[in-house]
């Protein structure tokens, strides 16, 4: 995880701001670094901020090339490269793929110049893994920018009215009212030659290759289905390549605990937690990160000066559901609180040294988990259950990846969705709804216990997911309901009155 910044100025370099450059540098402790160069009378300003998580030795960025003189800005986690593991530093690996893409002479006719173009959408499209980048081609004189296909990295960008662009994980101070989220539908890219008089730099979209939609089928689901089993085989995989091997913080020989859990007590949380026990060395802790929050009476104070930090880190989201979300978040991935024994009630204070945190996200979205999944079903069936989810899953990125992103980052720690992990899409988005909830199956939506081990009635939201944890043994688990971040955490609840969600912030 990094913090990236990019500007372009006609007429002079736009420095990374001060407020700027300090949440920037909380996202990536361990190296600052910046380059500008000028490239057709625009001067193109470069700042990386570095969390070291890959590779046996830190990397520094942005990484620039020797020969050509070509910058990447790398947020991100490239596990795989089609089905190929990456080993070592994955920025260095993404940088080195992109220096050998598309053609090398510099005076490339037009025709080239879009066959490049395409070659870097489609190689980020065969890269697995959460990332935000920014790339300058030097020898096309062109700068490519996005976010993986789900949003999973914050990635903002803003024009100024004389067409200077400027990029970045977070924005931060007074003008921050143009600022929108990249969108997740594609590679950006600005050709910093092509220059409009009215507008300035003119930027174009490529878009991600084609991919197959949800389908549907008739309902069936049990203990014996073979999804429950593959279930368990994809996301053991998944949470491989995020929890396990996790290098310590440089200059540290060793760290007692290297992931912790943003851990509600639900469903999706607990099964992480299950198989990732299964796969950790028993002498490897886990911490478990838990928040709520008392009446607000009592810390009104605290938690206003705290929503202050945390609207400036969720902008340009701006309502009051954000913000009860983000709450929950941002206290959780500060990982200080209070540990209690197992074999007694005294408590002590902890800071958790976990620079790596797990999250559930993206398990409602596949499976079916929220109530107006039900409600789509009970409405418009199967076909309005497919619609419901596939507007879910694509918002992901514009409506929460982000927002999360920039609030968990500024601790200094990385988040990582084994629910949202390309192979695990795939495989997912390829089974039939009937094989991932329950809806149509059972009469009512309350679990019942059954006499027949192989088919329990488990309520219908996520009822593969349910199955796996009773198979597991964790029935409680199985039979738990949904319940939002912020009502769990009590955030929502922090304002005094009744606001509705959609309300926008003062």
């Known amino acids: 995880m990094c913090g990236i910044f990019f500007s372009s100025g006609r ?21 600052i670094d910046r380059v500008v ?20 030795s830190l990397v520094a960025q942005p990484l620039q090339d020797p020969q050509t003189d070509s910058i990447l800005c790398w947020n991100g986690e490239a596990w795989k490269i089609d089905d190929t593991l990456i080993a070592g530093n994955d920025a260095q690996t993404i940088f080195d793929n992109l220096l050998r893409a598309g053609p090398k002479n510099p005076y490339q006719a037009l025709n080239e ?32 920018y996005g976010r993986d296909r789900l949003g999973r990295r914050s990635l903002l960008r803003t024009k100024a009215h004389n067409g200077d662009i400027v990029i970045s994980s977070v924005c931060i101070g007074p003008s921050t009212k143009n600022w929108a989220e990249v969108e997740a539908d594609g590679v950006y890219v600005i050709h910093l030659a092509n220059i409009s008089e009215n507008t300035g730099l003119v930027e174009k979209r490529i878009a991600w290759p084609e991919t197959k939609d949800l389908h549907q089928s008739i309902p069936r689901l049990s203990l014996a289905t073979p999804a429950v089993d593959e279930l368990l085989m994809n996301l053991r995989r998944a ?46 802790d886990i911490d478990l990160l838990n928040v709520a929050f008392e009446n607000p009476r009592v810390l009104k104070a605290t938690a206003a000066r705290n929503s202050a930090r945390v609207t400036t880190l969720i902008h340009p989201h701006n309502t009051e559901m954000d913000l009860s979300i983000a709450r929950a978040l941002y206290f959780a ?65 514009k409506r929460n990846l982000g927002r999360d992103d920039r609030v968990i980052s500024h601790w200094g720690r990385e988040v990582r969705y084994p629910y949202l992990d390309e192979d695990f899409l795939r495989w997912a988005l390829r089974l039939p709804l009937w094989e991932k909830c329950g809806f149509g199956q059972c009469p009512g939506s309350m679990p019942v216990p059954s006499k027949n081990t192989d088919d329990p009635l488990l309520e219908p939201s996520k009822k593969l997911l349910r199955l796996l944890s009773w198979k597991l043994g964790m029935k409680s688990a199985a039979t ?27």
């Open 11 to 31: 007429e002079s370099d736009h420095p990374v701001s001060d407020n700027t450059l300090e949440y920037l540098c909380r996202r990536g402790p361990d190296r």
């Open 37 to 56: 160069v000028n490239d057709q009378n625009v001067c193109c300003s470069f700042f990386s901020s570095v969390l070291a998580l890959r590779g046996d």
């Open 113 to 144: 110049r879009e066959r490049l173009d395409d070659a870097i959408v489609r190689f980020f499209s065969r890269v697995s893994g959460p990332f935000a980048f920014i790339f300058y081609n030097a020898r096309q004189g062109s700068v490519y």
């Open 239 to 284: 949470l491989a390549i995020r929890a396990v091997g996790i290098p310590g913080p440089p200059a540290q020989t060793s760290t007692p605990t290297k992931v912790a859990i943003l851990f509600s007590g639900g469903l999706d949380c607990t099964l992480l937690t299950r198989i990732i026990h299964d796969l950790l060395p028993q002498d490897q």
């Open 333 to 397: 991935a500060r990982g200080v609180g209070t540990i209690r024994s197992e074999s007694s009630d005294d408590s002590r204070l902890y800071s958790s040294p976990a620079r790596v945190l797990i999250s559930g996200l993206g398990a409602d979205e596949l499976f079916g988990g929220y109530t107006r999944h039900a409600t789509a079903f009970s409405r418009m069936g199967f076909q309005g259950l497919s619609d419901e989810l596939e507007l879910d899953y694509g918002r992901l990125g």
């Open 480 to 506: 738990e309901k949904k319940r939002a971040i912020q009502f769990g955490a009590r955030s929502a609840k922090l304002e005094v009155g009744r606001t509705k969600g959609t309300q926008v912030l003062p």
